[in-house]
């Protein structure tokens, strides 16, 4: 065909064949610019089958415009039947020659992984399954951009299988277990085989493997993958854990959403130090003998950090670093709550035998103090539109009141509430907890007004309570015989649903900003894990397992949310221990000491995993427990 004009396109030269094509490059006459032409080949030009794939594949990827994915310019037809796509030429080559030589470098290898995760993320966007993700369908171009090609075996959400039945399309190294077995896919066998690819760039060799066909298909299906670190990569965990979970055989804990797997990956991106380096060896080296006499000071201080961890933007544009930004310095601050517009912190602060309510402006750096006087303050919580707060507190004679203080300070007044206070959406009632445990309590903060919610169950202690932005339902958390539960109950009482269950201990659950998912807070070792789990707002069901956002998070036992969900405010306790030399000498039986400091300020993370039943000051809790509550 080289040299030949098929419509307006003049065939320059061959580029490559494989089973369902034959593509050229050419030039465009009309527009004077280079294209690229598949051709069905000539053999299946009478199957039908491989005819509707042929369009199959024009439909799809022609219904998507994204930088990430081939543009396709029309579908036409040669004078003897031969159906043909032109399609946008790209310099450069496939991911498949590039890791011919071996791994690639981490940095590039997870820069082709995210553009190729991206346009994926569009076309499950526009319910387009791609179904055959591998090295030779991702062209990088020459400015380094990743195209994915080859839609020829995607599925249409709605459209019937183009394969016979029990049949296996794709390419069975990189094949999900479930596509192996020839059971229904979905944008979940994407996820998949991205993950093969990612593991083939950072390895140099395939998840999978095995001497045939049949072997490889066992191998993904009951095996699983040597841990990068076997391949001589110092792997952090972080990482290795992405690829787990994109790598999980069942589909149901997988990664459910290609933005989730996003979402991890930019998490574990903080930084060069953090990212997978290859192993070196290190000689060995003897201290030196020097003879120091040491002391230690340590000083242990809470601190609040606005995190912008940009974790729940459907659709990031560009890959954004998380970023951590310490708020105080007085190291006495607690219960950091962030303004639902994101400008503002509320904290409390202990001054001499009181504590006091501390409104921040994260623009200005201006602080205001809003409410004191009150030994003990707890449950800070903004109103819905910023401009109120409200708060516990414990009286000089030991009762507990609740109050709501404008933003700026000033008047305020009481409330009659329990513990652990939330806004419902509208600002209308405020949801606490009661401490025997058997209802939430609704009051109206302009009339007082009470009621309650009866909850169904017998649990051990009532520890937290959110209530969704779509109003009509809330979550409250529980502990029972040492197992920690979140649960949603309609507001009306209806529908009480457990959506996480775990022996490790869970705090601070709060709904994402659309009200359709959980973000809760795990105890890990001496750190915390942040999860997400999806709630169905119908019937407040979890509509998958949790899955972690973020894990290893240096924080304490409370977050706060804005209302975008981009800001995140917590308490970090840092702790300091410096080194110093200290010098004895004698002479004429007089000792002479002298110190000099070694190091300024180490600091290190302190975490106590001890969780209190009730958030009381002990007073109350003895008033309380000998009344029988």
């Known amino acids: ?84 796509i032109a399609m946008a030429y790209y310099a450069g ?44 369908n991702l062209i990088i171009t020459l400015r380094g951009e990743v195209k994915i090609i080859d839609f020829g075996l995607a599925k249409l959400a709605g459209q019937s299988r183009l394969t016979k039945s029990g049949s296996t399309p794709g390419t069975v190294a990189y094949m999900s277990p479930e596509q192996v077995q020839g059971k229904p896919v979905d944008e979940r066998t994407d996820i998949w085989s991205l993950g093969v690819v990612l593991y083939e760039m950072l390895t140099g060799k395939l998840p999978f493997q095995g001497d045939n066909e049949a072997a490889v298909i066992f191998s993904i ?17 972080g990482l290795q854990r992405i690829v787990d979970k994109a790598l999980v055989k069942d589909v149901e804990t997988r990664y459910q959403h290609i933005d989730e797997l996003l979402t991890d990956l930019k998490g574990e991106r903080r930084g060069e130090s953090e990212l997978i380096k290859p192993i070196a060896k290190v000689k060995k080296k003897k201290p030196k003998q020097t003879k120091i006499i040491y002391a230690a000071t340590a000083i242990v201080s809470a601190v609040i950090i606005i995190s912008s961890l940009y974790l729940f933007n459907k659709q990031p544009t560009k890959q954004i670093l998380p970023t951590h930004r310490q708020v105080t310095f007085t190291g006495d601050a607690s219960y950091p709550v962030i303004s639902p ?69 000033g008047s305020h007044h009481r409330l009659t509430t329990a513990n652990f206070l939330c806004w419902s959406a509208d600002g209308s009632q405020i949801a606490s907890s009661n401490a025997s445990t058997e209802h939430i309590r609704l009051t109206n903060p302009f009339s007082g007004d009470t009621s309650s919610i009866p909850l169904h169950k017998t649990f051990t202690a009532l520890l937290d309570i959110d209530w969704s932005p779509l109003y009509n339902r809330l979550l409250f958390l529980t502990k029972t015989e040492g197992q920690f539960a979140i649960w949603t109950i309609k507001a009306d009482g209806g529908e009480q649903r457990k959506v996480v269950e775990d022996n490790l201990i869970l705090f ?44 290893g998070l240096q924080m304490g036992d409370f977050i706060s949310l804005s209302k975008n969900n981009n800001r995140l405010a917590y308490i970090r306790k840092l702790g300091y221990k410096n080194l110093w030399l200290v010098n004895v000498s004698e002479k004429n039986e007089a000792q002479t000491v002298q110190t000099q400091k070694l190091t300024n300020a180490t600091s290190f993370f302190v975490f106590s995993t001890r969780i209190k039943k009730f958030p009381y000051s002990q007073s109350e809790y003895r008033r309380r427990k000998a009344a029988g509550d």
Not at 393 to 398: C, F, G, K, L, V
């Open 341 to 409: 517009d994101g400008q503002f912190v509320a904290y409390l602060v202990k001054k001499e035998d009181a504590k006091s309510l501390i409104v921040r402006d994260l623009l200005g750096g201006q602080s205001l103090e809003v409410f004191s006087g009150l030994r003990h303050l707890w449950s800070v919580r903004w109103s819905p539109d910023g401009s109120k707060i409200a708060l516990r507190a414990e009286m000089s004679d030991s009762s507990i009141e609740s109050f709501i203080v404008p933003r700026l300070g």
């Open 508 to 551: 601070s659950p709060r709904w994402s900003n659309n009200g359709k998912a959980i973000l809760y807070l795990r105890q890990n070792g001496v750190t915390r894990d942040l999860l997400k789990v999806k709630i169905a707002h119908d019937n407040g069901k979890a509509e998958a397992p949790a899955y972690v956002l973020q894990n």
């Open 1 to 84: 065909m080289l040299g030949q004009t098929i419509s307006h396109y003049q065939i320059l030269e061959k580029l490559g064949q494989g089973g369902m094509g034959v593509v050229y490059k050419a030039l465009d006459t009309k527009l004077n610019r280079t294209v690229a032409l598949k051709f069905l080949p000539q053999d299946l030009t009478r199957d039908q089958e491989a005819i509707d794939r042929f369009i199959n594949e024009a439909q799809a990827a022609s219904a998507l415009d994204h930088t990430n994915i081939c543009t396709i310019y029309e579908i036409g037809e040669t004078e003897d039947g031969r159906m043909f």
């Open 221 to 237: 299906v009951n095996e699983n993958p040597k841990p990068l670190k076997r391949h001589g990569m110092d792997a952090p965990n």
């Open 93 to 136: 080559e496939t991911l498949q020659e590039k890791i011919k030589g071996g791994p690639l470098p981490v940095e590039e290898a997870i820069n082709f992984f995210t553009q190729a995760a991206q346009g994926l993320e569009r076309a499950h966007e526009a319910g387009i399954t791609h179904r055959d993700i591998k090295p030779s």
